[in-house]
């Protein structure tokens, strides 16, 4: 697996536990060691990007999250299309 950022690590896990998630799941979707899953999870709820549901012990994304998976996928073809565009003139 190539080097991921940590914005990139973050948008995986919200992409994940979009509709709510259990860890395990979270963190086989996510590529990512228990470990490194806590301590993602506990920097994403301080943040209100994800919160814990206790009736269900799922994360689900909040509204604040998904806003930050609408903005990082703009940016990530914003990227893309001036990578295509570049190539285009060499």
Known sequence: MKY???TEIV??????ANGGAT???????AFLSY???KDYLSVLIENNLI????GTR?????????????????IGE??????EKDD???
């Not at 860890?23 to 979707?29: E, F, L, R, S």
């Not at 919160?51 to 206790?54: F, R």
């Not at 799922?58 to 703009?74: D, P, S, V, W, Y």
């Open 11 to 16: 948008s995986m896990i919200l992409e994940a």
């Open 88 to 90: 285009e003139l060499i």
């Open 58 to 74: 799922e994360f689900k994304t909040t509204e604040k999250g998904l806003n930050f998976l609408k903005m990082h996928n703009a």
């Open 35 to 37: 470990n490194q899953l």
């Open 51 to 54: 919160e814990y549901l206790d």
């Open 23 to 29: 860890k395990t799941k979270i963190m086989y979707n």
């Open 78 to 83: 914003l990227l893309h299309t001036t990578i």
């Open 4 to 6: 991921r950022s940590r």
